[in-house]
């Protein structure tokens, strides 16, 4: 710019150059100020423009409704198979090993409380086989919480009924079952399911969408095994309020959850045949048979009450067995557990309740190595109460643990490779200290010490005195030397971002 002012168009006694202004235009003489509106001209298009809003609205709801309505005309309903079917049977193929870390702590919990608690199904089966736990608990898992939301609520208005049957395993546990849509009182057969699947429409999207394999599908539209029987025999015994619209999901997942209770049962046991049973009970039951394991699974209600073996008498407990079971339920809570506890032992601490939601698996005395040592509980009749049991009927081998095993249990495991880190660590340690005395050692010792300085000077850190640094080796020291147990140890949860756990902690992670 300095350049041009002294030497550029501006100098003295030179003509400045013509500039063209290609394709501008400035003097526009057409150009006009738009004419004001009137308040009611105004108006008047504004009501025009919000009525062909309001037309072009209405055409695209009406346009989505019919292409709505076509995709479920052309919508093909398909019998229903579960996914759930494939977990536990790849479950059963796996093996705890000996001495399992979590496996240990839990029996080692379990036997200074009296019960084993774990967290999935899966775990039932090495836990089931120890001979000294008679009562497990399976925590309440979140698949299960709308079901029992779902009977909480309308527990009070519910009409009492106890059905029950008896199913071969595995095949009467994994049924072939009409579509979720059907109404529970026009449920059709299985031979009207299987030519259902005879169509192609069916079979291509059953094949689509299932997780089974091509021929095993293919299998199922033919074999005369999988019926649906507990579906067939909950319908046909169930109140007719029940068989309502209003009930229809509630009592497909109810159906469900009877089936997930036999496979953990079948998984664990490796049962051949089970009883099942739904009850919705009040101050009237009938009684459970002797059964050597039982599964009690809670809807909704009364809990389920039991006293750890520690706190038992067993000789109060035999007396008590001349009670009928109905003068045993009417029992208050504390009087009946004062009636079987030990001397000296605090009635309203010793007995336990099981809430709804969590599952409860018991051994008697007919178990196994449990002659004199079976779980001591009731299901007290202070009100309404539904839930699902299930009975071990007949087993191929009831898995039992022998007192070496269970032994074995409790000591540590340390695979046998393990052993021969102890010679590698020596031979190491040995290594590093002659390391530590060579020249290179101490001068790369000595250039960290200098780089330090320099990085520090340079962020204007100041230098750790004497007292923070013993602080803070204090604070390490205490985490070191703190003891935790295997519940307060910090964990890491991995949780699917699907279900409503998972969807507020992985807002709270984000």
């Not at 076509?70 to 001495?99: C, D, I, N």
């Not at 079901?147 to 609520?153: V, Y």
């Not at 309502?244 to 046991?269: G, P």
Request: glycine share 6%; aromatic share 6%.
């Amino acid at each position: 710019a300095a350049a041009l002012c002294f030497t550029g168009p501006c100098a003295q006694g030179r003509e400045l150059p013509k500039t063209s202004m290609h394709g501008l235009k400035f003097d526009v003489s057409d150009l006009a100020a738009p004419k004001r509106r009137s308040r009611k001209q105004k108006e008047l298009e504004e009501e025009e423009e919000r009525r062909q809003m309001e037309q072009e609205e209405a055409e695209k709801k009406e346009r989505i409704m019919q292409e709505v309505l076509a995709e479920q005309e052309e919508e093909v309903s398909t019998p229903a198979l579960y996914g759930q079917v494939h977990a536990f049977k790849r479950l059963m193929r796996q093996e705890w090993a000996p001495g399992h870390l979590v496996l240990r702590r839990w029996l080692k919990k379990g036997k200074a409380q009296g019960f084993v608690t774990v967290p999935f199904s899966s775990a039932l089966r090495p836990v089931v086989a120890d001979p000294d736990v008679n009562i497990c608990i399976v925590s309440r898992r979140e698949r299960s919480d709308k079901r029992i939301k779902g009977w909480q609520e309308k527990l009070e208005e519910l009409p009492l009924f106890d059905i029950s049957g008896v199913v071969e395993t595995p095949v009467d546990i994994d049924p072939l079952e009409p579509d979720w849509e059907t109404p529970l009182d026009q449920l059709p057969s299985h031979k009207e399911l299987q030519n259902q699947m005879e169509d192609k429409k069916v079979m291509d999207k059953m094949l689509s969408s299932s997780l089974r394999s091509d021929e095993e599908i293919r299998e199922r539209a033919i074999s005369e095994a999988g019926e649906a029987k507990v579906l067939q025999e909950l319908t046909q015994q169930l109140p007719p309020r029940l068989l309502t619209e209003e009930y229809r999901e509630l009592i497909r997942k109810t159906v469900v959850e009877v089936l997930m209770v036999m496979w953990s049962m079948h998984a664990s046991t490796g049962s051949t045949k089970l009883r099942w049973r739904l009850a919705c009970t009040d101050q009237q039951e009938a009684p459970s048979p002797e059964t050597s394991l039982r599964s009690i699974f809670l809807l909704a209600g009364e809990p389920l009450e039991f006293i750890p073996k520690q706190f038992v008498d067993r000789a109060k407990f035999s007396a008590e067995q001349l009670l009928s079971p109905e003068q045993i339920r009417r029992m208050d809570s504390e009087a009946w557990a004062g009636s079987l506890t030990k001397k000296g032992t605090n009635a309203s601490e010793a007995f336990k309740q099981v809430p709804p939601g969590w599952m409860t698996v018991l051994k008697g005395d007919s178990w196994p190595n449990m002659k004199g040592k079976g779980a001591v509980y009731r299901l007290p009749q202070f009100g309404k109460r539904v839930y699902i049991e299930v009975d071990l009927l007949e087993a191929p081998a009831i898995p039992a643990a022998t007192p070496k095993a269970s032994e074995q249990v409790e000591q540590e495991y340390r695979p046998s490779f393990l052993q021969s880190l102890g010679p590698l660590a020596g031979i190491a340690a040995f290594i590093l200290g002659l390391a530590s005395k060579t020249f290179i050692f101490k001068a790369g010792q000595q250039r960290r010490m200098e780089l330090e300085q320099t990085l520090r000077a340079l962020q204007r850190r100041p230098e750790e005195t004497i007292e923070d640094e013993t602080a803070r080796l204090q604070g390490f020291e205490q985490k070191l030397w703190t003891d935790l147990e295997p519940d307060e140890a910090p964990v890491v949860l991995v949780v699917g971002s699907e279900t409503e756990t998972g969807q507020v902690v992985l807002r709270k992670l984000i």
